[in-house]
């Protein structure tokens, strides 16, 4: 399975991104999808997430400025990202989850900098 994740680049603060994850060549079901990001200096963490089922969950600091979206049949994931804050800064990375188990998969970073 290959995770393609693009749309990073750099923008001014308050500005907007949109990232798209391409997954292809998988197997099985996909359950969960999520993005992720590691700042400089700073732990990976989960920023957004979007089941198979539609629902969706977001770190309560982009809460309100970022939406997660997928679409089942392409297996893509975008990732819509708004009012943007140098804290945004960092490499946005895409996972997905199979179904039924606690594998992940993950695909290379899309960097994302975010100027003040």
């Known amino acids: 399975v290959q995770l393609q994740a693009s749309g990073g680049g750099l923008v001014e603060a308050g500005g907007s991104l949109r990232l798209s994850c391409l997954v292809s060549?998988?197997?099985?079901?996909?359950?969960?999808m999520a993005w992720y990001r590691q700042g400089p200096g700073k732990q990976r963490e989960l920023v957004a997430a979007?089941?198979?089922?539609?629902?969706?969950n977001y770190a309560n600091s982009v809460e309100g400025r970022f939406t997660v979206s997928r679409d089942n049949d392409k297996n893509v994931m975008y990732m819509q990202m708004n009012s943007l804050k140098p804290e945004d800064t960092g490499v946005y990375y895409c996972?997905?989850?199979?179904?039924?188990?606690?594998?992940?998969?993950w695909g290379q970073g899309t960097q994302v900098t975010v100027s003040s």
């Open positions: 979007a089941s198979r089922f539609g629902a969706t």
């Open positions: 996972a997905v989850n199979e179904e039924g188990t606690l594998n992940t998969h």
């Open positions: 060549g998988s197997s099985f079901t996909i359950n969960v």
